[in-house]
């Protein structure tokens, strides 16, 4: 649901009224601080992939127009990324049970902006990274690295109503 962050914040809290064991207040509070630490972050997601092609080198991939890059996302399926509780990170091989190797994966959101306004956006994936918004190509990164917050930063201009946010995350091995 939509809410989920505050139906989870609501429970945390209930944790920490009515619970003893001092683990599990502990748990509850570092889960609520983790939260609120994300607050700014995206985290309603729409997932598509696996994708893979037979290709000389991994590199190669991050080239290849999937069906979520073509006119229209044709032919794509998508289904809800399942987050991290306690993160914004969405975990691809949890998502996708078929992204064990090197594959490529597609995450698509839409951002709300009352007016037009300059954002930044903060991104890590493991491992290459394009992004698009509202169509228009605006950062790639063919990397082969480990996942971090905020690894690549992207100035951006929103329009005013809904922008779409598109992610190409590329896995190597």
Known sequence: PANWQDEVMAALNSVLEQ?????????????LDRIDQTGSFV????????????VESADELFDVRFAPEKE????????????????????????????????VAYLRTYVHSAQPQDARLLMGSDNGIKAWLNGELVHTNNAERGQQVAQDQVDVTLQQGWNELLLKIVNVG
């Open 19 to 31: 619970c003893k064991n001092e683990q599990t207040l502990e748990r509850a509070q570092d889960l």
């Open 72 to 103: 229209k996302g044709q032919a794509a399926i998508w289904q809800r990324a399942v987050l991290r509780v306690d993160s914004s990170v969405v975990d691809l091989r949890a998502n996708l049970r078929g992204l064990g190797g090197t594959g």
């Open 43 to 54: 985290r309603d997601w729409m997932l598509a992939g696996p994708y893979n092609k037979k």
